[in-house]
């Protein structure tokens, strides 16, 4: 297992691409996974799922990602996690990898003494905020994965100190927030926390075992779109 930290924020094209051939190079036997934590310019990426008139304000690049799931935002102040992991030998069980990366978001924000939940039928990690109103929750990390022939790529994005109006372009992973559906995006900085994306690496690499390498296929129950399988 190799991990990689990239310092500047990295072009989604050029993410693509290595991700593209690192994936290729673990099916053959020519690398080791790789855990890669970055960032990314501003952007918008569209999954397999999204839909046109989730596109409110192209105010910013929009990519297509090939990943499951819908809209969503990348940005600075975002620790994108870029997971590349062979799963023929770690269980064969997307569901299962899907549902421990929410345990390795919600182990890493519980360092931070913040709850994070998961919700059935809302994709990621949440987190309740009822001192802001009756049923608001907040979505504080996006998950979106593909696998090709058991290989992973793609992974998840937590907001550690994005600029939050940059969500107002998109109808975030699909959830429009009304009346009925309060629900908004949220960052560790909006909880009132002044974590950095160096320390957040630290507590994600410390979680990284219980959370999540080390109960790859455990079975769990998620949605159906936030992976796009091709085995």
């Not at 009756?134 to 937590?158: M, N, Q, Y």
């Not at 960052?187 to 320390?199: F, I, K, M």
């Amino acid at each position: 297992m190799e991990w990689a930290v990239s310092d500047a924020p990295v072009p989604y094209e050029a993410a693509l691409a290595a991700m593209e051939a690192r994936v290729a190079a673990i099916r053959e036997g020519l690398a080791p996974e790789l855990i890669w934590l970055l960032e990314h310019p501003p952007l918008y990426t569209a999954g397999t799922s999204a839909r046109a008139a989730d596109l409110l304000d192209p105010r910013f690049p929009v990519h297509t990602a090939g990943r499951g799931g819908q809209y969503t935002y990348h940005g600075p102040g975002q620790r994108v996690v870029y997971l590349m992991l062979d799963l023929a030998r770690r269980g064969r069980d997307v569901r299962a990898f899907v549902c421990r990366m929410e345990d390795w978001v919600i182990a890493t924000l519980a360092r931070c003494n913040v709850r994070g939940e998961i919700r059935d039928g809302r994709v990621g990690v949440w987190v309740p905020r009822p001192d802001q109103g009756p049923g608001r929750e907040d979505k504080i990390a996006a998950i979106g994965v593909r696998v090709r022939h058991w290989v992973t790529f793609h992974g998840l994005s937590l907001n550690v100190d994005p600029d939050l109006s940059h969500y107002g372009g998109i109808v975030a992973c699909g959830i429009q927030e009304t009346e009925a559906t309060p629900y908004g995006v949220t960052s560790l900085t909006d909880l009132g926390l002044t974590a950095t994306l160096p320390e957040i690496d630290l507590i994600l690499r410390d979680t990284v075992e219980a959370a999540l390498l080390g109960r790859l296929g455990d079975s769990c129950e998620i949605g159906s779109d936030i992976a796009d399988k091709q085995k």
